[in-house]
């Protein structure tokens, strides 16, 4: 299987002004990391919907998989407490 190209939503930059820089810094790592595998161990598929959640710290990232384009999608990143709220 080939590389993934990783691409943000444009919400996903406001995301991060909100956390702390050095938390900031390891989720852009783990990130990185879905470019090589885009379900790596530990991923969760979130039910009722084509998304994906990984863990790193007390922060989610949310993302979809696009398989026959070899993309994913970073959709959302939050505080564990707060990232599954719509609204």
């Known amino acids: 299987m080939g590389r ?5 939503k444009q919400s996903v ?8 820089k050095n938390d900031v810094t ?5 990130i990185k990391a879905l470019s090589i595998e885009p379900r790596p161990p530990g ?3 979130l039910s009722g919907q084509d998304k994906y959640r990984v863990r790193q710290g ?7 998989v696009r398989n026959n384009e070899l ?3 970073v959709v959302k990143i939050g505080h ?3 990232v599954y709220k719509t609204g």
């Open 80 to 82: 564990r407490r707060d």
């Open 4 to 8: 993934f190209e990783v691409i943000f």
């Open 58 to 64: 007390a922060y989610r990232i949310l993302y979809e």
């Open 43 to 45: 991923v969760e598929k």
């Open 13 to 20: 930059a406001k995301d991060l002004r909100q956390i702390p």
């Open 71 to 73: 993309i994913v999608v």
């Open 26 to 30: 390891r989720i852009l790592n783990r």
